[in-house]
């Protein structure tokens, strides 16, 4: 089943096209890699779909114009991770978590037992439950990034769209993270689009690629298409060799 479906979609800031009438269908229930190189269009659609930015062309979501969609409807539908979080200061893992609750009840609206055992369900599926009463700012960057999707998971949401999740990490905690969205996605059926500079990580995570250059698409279609040297340097514009790893797994290296 298709989850977003674009359509000639354009989007342009002053004296410049960034994304160039995309015609796409992203699947339901997969996780989606947006890649490419800087500048190639990938945050930007991203942004598009999540209605966050203006637009032009048609984007539907779950088969409904996304236009259509009233706020709290989509954020009970669709949940966004930034590239860039927002400061968490003095606020603990479990009251940022609490923040998922949001489009249920509104700002002032009180916790009830239900959501409470939504949050503590959420800090439970990212392992979080030692960490609960942490400080978020007392985290290490892979703790918060699962922390940060602890409050994605309690909003209920069923697909999440996530802005380079892993862009600050170091290797170990890279694996970690993708690794807990795939669970995420493929234990509890929910979808996810995520932008990704690595493409071995995306290769290894993902179950469909979207590659962009220059704002337009030039390759879409599962892993094994994508870890291809020709494929590999229509997207990226320099030779590359594609190897295999100790436990099979194909991997991309400059040529």
Known sequence: MTLFSTRRLTVDVPGRRLL???DLDLPQGRVTALI???GSGKSTLLKALARQIPYGGRITFERRALEEWHARALA??????????????GMTVRELAALGRYPWHGALGRLRASDR??????????????????????L??????????????????????????ISALDIAHQVE???LVRRMCHRQGRSAVVVLHDVNMAAR???????????????????????????????YGLPMQVLTGPDGTPVAMPA
């Open 76 to 89: 009970r539908r669709l949940a966004v991770l930034p590239q860039a979080t927002p400061p968490a200061e």
């Open 205 to 235: 995570f993902c179950d469909h690629i979207v590659a962009l250059k220059e704002g337009r698409v030039v390759l879409e279609g599962p892993p094994a298409t994508l870890m291809d040297p020709a494929a590999l340097q229509s997207v």
């Open 117 to 138: 055992t939504t949050i503590a369900a959420a800090l439970a599926e990212c392992g979080l439950e030692p960490l609960a009463d942490r400080l978020v700012d007392t």
């Open 36 to 38: 490419g190189h800087n």
């Open 20 to 22: 160039h009438n995309l």
């Open 177 to 179: 993270v993708l690794a």
């Open 140 to 165: 290490s960057g892979g703790e918060r990034q699962r922390a940060w999707l602890s409050m994605l998971v309690a909003q209920q949401a069923a697909t999440l769209l996530l802005d380079e999740p």
